[in-house]
């Protein structure tokens, strides 16, 4: 008689596993794919781990917000800092998301027809408007961070004030934070409630999930940020980019009819800048 080694896996198991699955799909941190008891690659797909992707922003954020530590304790320039700080994330996250956005914005704005629209998507090759849309997403993202900052060191900034850190980096980075957390916690319900627009690729590769999986991830989403933040400062940086995932989801469902890959990398490029765009308008 023989028995299989292979065993369904514990729910702390299950739970270790999505994060590592999130952080080897999201970022180009050395997290090595889960296997199981055979040695072989989990069958746990992307969709089951993507109430995980939060955790994927709580680090991405958590380390650009260290090096814009880093730069105000070296006196360098505020958007110096800030775009050393958003150039860490991108490293981190091999520009997986400024590639998505490049590819929509291409893809969009080139073409009237649906199928053509997703071959321009789907090509490497970055054209004007993908190579604006980058130049605007960072240039905007490292104005909106200089700005909170430089906000900051004049009294203003939004958070509890410590005696430990300069109240303008804490605030700062608490911000910074919670858009990586945000743009990560929204993108699967873009994947839930829209359908395929293609048959082929990333977004196919990773399956639906199911509601419970992105409900969840949104939850979490709701006490990180609701840990980070003030009450009404959370409020309406969450409201603001949920209203803008929605209108990202009807703008790719005529499109498109769907989401790509490529619109969950745009979802998550938008949500970290209108974060900061509303956390600005609030304190200014």
Known sequence: MTTSTSEKPSLFSQIEQDIRISFAFLTRLPVPYPTDNDGNATNRSLAEA?????????????????????????????????LLAITTTILITGALHEDGLADVADGFGGSHDRDRKLEIMKDSTVGSYGALALCISVVLRTALIGSLFDWGSQGQMIGDQSESWPVYLNGTIAVIIAAHIIGRGYAPLIMSHLPLARTEGLAVVARKPKLRS???????????????????????????????????????????????GDVLGTGVQLCEITVYLAALSYIT
């Open 50 to 82: 993507a109430w995980a992707f939060p955790f994927v922003g709580l680090i991405v954020g958590a380390a650009g917000s260290l090096i814009l530590v880093l730069a105000d304790y070296l006196h360098l320039p505020v958007y110096v800092s800030a």
């Open 214 to 260: 992105s409900y969840g991830g949104f939850l979490i989403t709701l006490i990180f940020v609701f840990s980070l933040l003030p009450v009404l400062t959370a409020v309406l940086v969450l409201a603001s980019s949920l209203l803008v995932i929605v209108l990202l989801s009807w703008l790719s469902m005529k499109q498109i009819g769907g989401y790509t």
